[in-house]
T-cell receptor, first 113, second 116 residues
Framework: SQKIEQNSEALNIQEGKTATLTCNYTNYSPAYLQWYRQDPGRGPVFLLLIRENEKEKRKERLKVTFDTTLKQSLFHITASQPADSATYLCALDGEDSSYKLIFGSGTRLLVRP | GAGVSQSPSNKVTEKGKDVELRCDPISGHTALYWYRQSLGQGLEFLIYFQGNSAPDKSGLPSDRFSAERTGGSVSTLTIQRTQQEDSAVYLC??????????????FGAGTRLSVL
């Protein structure tokens, strides 16, 4: 069955640095991949969507790459700020084409001032 | 317009009782999802409604769990005979529909269920 892996260990970086989060998947070829942000006590909030035929997508300080050969997506936050501290989830469309999303367990990002 | 609304925000119940959790999706969104999130864990898919199609119930963990969506809008998730392992945050999301960018999901703040 399909698996999505995100680093379960928190990523701890200094303000101003670039944060890079990884999403790996196996046993599937998703048509698109999404990234969400989740703050404590709140539901996830959509950030970016990237399609299988797109290698890179940018939005302000955010950049997402999608390598279908490596079966990996990288999520970058440049010039990180303490306000970027949150859990970041990647999500893939389900293999049965029902368009439900399969979420990774998320990686917690901590940006130190 | 308003986002996805869930109620109650917190629910404390005794083991064995039934609970109902409510979700009001964004107006015009044809797809509605329920997820469960245990402390420090990812989202566990429970059930998916798309328009008038039969719901995808493949994620419901047991027959104690059921959900319905009335009139293509409001949804209720019911847990019968609650158990302590049901304690979690139950999240609802809605989206415009199927395919590509239409499947971007908008989440409510969740209902935190505690079963004593």
């Amino acid at each position: 069955s399909q698996k999505i892996e995100q680093n379960s260990e928190a990523l701890n970086i200094q303000e101003g640095k670039t944060a890079t989060l990884t999403c790996n998947y196996t046993n599937y070829s998703p048509a698109y991949l999404q990234w969400y942000r989740q703050d404590p006590g709140r539901g996830p909030v959509f950030l970016l969507l990237i399609r299988e035929n797109e290698k890179e997508k940018r939005k302000e300080r955010l950049k997402v790459t999608f390598d279908t050969t490596l079966k990996q997506s990288l999520f970058h936050i440049t010039a990180s700020q303490p306000a970027d501290s949150a859990t970041y989830l990647c999500a893939l469309d389900g293999e049965d084409s029902s368009y439900k999303l399969i979420f990774g367990s998320g990686t917690r990002l901590l940006v130190r001032p | 317009g308003a986002g996805v609304s869930q109620s109650p925000s917190n629910k404390v119940t005794e083991k064995g009782k039934d609970v109902e959790l409510r979700c009001d999706p964004i107006s015009g969104h044809t797809a509605l999802y329920w997820y469960r999130q245990s402390l420090g864990q990812g989202l566990e898919f429970l059930i998916y409604f798309q328009g008038n199609s039969a719901p995808d119930k493949s994620g419901l963990p047991s027959d104690r769990f059921s959900a319905e969506r009335t009139g293509g809008s409001v949804s209720t998730l019911t847990i019968q005979r609650t158990q302590q392992e049901d304690s979690a945050v139950y999240l609802c999301a809605s989206s415009l529909g199927r395919g590509g960018g239409k499947n971007i999901q908008y989440f409510g703040a969740g209902t935190r269920l505690s079963v004593l």
